[in-house]
């Protein structure tokens, strides 16, 4: 995930803004791994292999079947 | 909500199963989408709403210089990072019913043949409003569903509700993977998106899909509603 896109992403529960924490950058300076928390409801979005997981929480859970 | 979160996260999990077969027999864009883009000025910031692939972000970048590209399938934005370049593509997670992103930041988008597979007719009403919500002013969007025109339904074209149905996925091995659509009805995509806060540009019916090119509706309009 590239840094610039805090600009324009938010929490899709409440759009707040989210507060990006890094865990890990690759050598082009992408990020690998990190989360997004949103500042109003403090819901906590994934970065996995370089990619923001997004998705409402109700949606990113794996359904049991 | 409960029944609806499952479904949507069923198609979402179809997609994830299906993701690298389907993407090899999604290579080339509709020449509608293609159009559309081509008609549009050069702008900032696009977004592919439903990317699958990414063959239509693609397209996008011929005339916005940095493409959103979102899907509810994270193995389907795997297949789009293989093909598009970094330094302008931009992929992103995320629901098309509540979409992660500011408003007015996006300047052109296309969310085609994604529309069908939300599983109620509010949660599809909510991903018109979405869309609408994040378009800039000035910002422009292609629309599309499959519809009851197309060949492969013997359906009504002209009945005012389409149709709830699943389509099987046939994975090379044999096995079939059962996808969620709503097939639209064009006077239903048309009271969907006059019922949203989309205004319509542009609606037609072709080669089986309902299209619309809308924009955001602007704030007096909006306020005055």
């Known amino acids: 995930m590239n840094e610039d896109l805090l600009d324009i992403i938010c929490c899709p529960l409440d759009k707040h803004d989210l507060e990006l924490d890094i865990e890990e950058r690759d050598e082009d300076d992408e990020i690998i791994a990190g989360t997004l928390t949103c500042t109003e409801c403090g819901e906590v979005y994934p970065i996995e292999d370089g990619i923001p997981n997004l998705l409402p929480p109700d949606m990113r859970e794996e359904s049991p079947a | ?225």
Request: hydrophobic share 40%; glycine share 6%.
């Open chain 2, 1 to 225: 909500m409960g029944s609806d979160d499952h479904d949507a996260r069923s198609v979402r999990e179809t997609y994830e199963t299906i993701a690298s077969h389907f993407s090899e027999t999604r290579a080339h864009p509709w020449p509608e989408v293609t159009e559309f883009v081509e008609a549009a000025t050069q702008v900032d910031l696009g977004l592919d709403l439903g990317c699958g692939n990414g063959r239509h972000a693609a397209v996008l970048h011929e005339r916005a210089d940095q493409v959103l590209a979102l899907d509810a399938s994270r193995n389907l934005l795997r297949e789009a990072r293989e093909k598009l370049d970094p330094t302008w593509v931009r992929l992103l997670q995320g629901d098309a019913a509540r979409l992660p992103l500011a408003d007015d930041c996006v300047d052109l988008a296309v969310y085609v043949a994604t529309l069908h597979h939300l599983p109620s007719r509010e949660r599809r009403r909510e991903s018109l409003d979405e869309l609408a919500r994040v378009l800039s002013p000035e910002g422009e969007a292609l629309v599309s569903a499959w519809s009851t025109a197309h060949d492969r339904f013997d359906a009504d074209a002209e009945a005012e509700t389409g149709f709830d149905t699943e389509i099987d996925w046939t994975l090379p091995g044999g096995e079939t993977v059962a996808r969620f659509y709503h097939i639209y009805a064009p006077a239903e995509f048309e009271a969907d998106l006059a019922a949203s806060d989309c205004r319509v540009i542009e609606f037609e019916v072709s080669s089986g899909n309902c299209y619309a090119r809308i924009s955001g509706k602007s704030r007096d309009e909006a306020g005055a509603l």
